[in-house]
């Protein structure tokens, strides 16, 4: 079995932001832009091309929200480094 270490390819996963942004940007390639940081979405552009007729009341909607959202939202998207792999000599009835 190769060994795997935290930079080879096996051990990444897949980058969730780039591949809803490369979502974003074959349906709407107005809203990628270039920025300081690299690719960015253009929520502005993004509310004019839904037909957004700016918000007013954005304050008064209802949603779940707690301290450490964004937090884990950020936690949840950022790839992984490990991988789980299968060990046939510590497993019962591998062969079945």
């Not at 809203?31 to 091309?49: C, F, M, R, S, Y």
Request: hydrophobic content about 40%; charged content about 25%; proline content about 6%.
């Amino acid at each position: 079995m190769k060994k795997i270490d935290i930079n080879s390819p096996e051990a990444q996963s897949a980058d969730l932001v780039a591949g809803n942004i490369d979502q974003l940007k074959a349906l709407f390639p107005a809203l990628i832009t270039e920025g300081p940081n690299g690719t960015a979405v253009n929520v502005d552009v993004l509310k004019a091309l839904v037909g957004d007729q700016t918000v007013t009341d954005a304050d008064e909607k209802y949603g779940l929200n707690w301290h450490g959202k964004r937090r884990a939202r950020q936690l949840a998207l950022t790839p992984s480094t490990g991988t789980l792999r299968p060990c046939p000599d510590d497993s019962v009835d591998w062969e079945m």
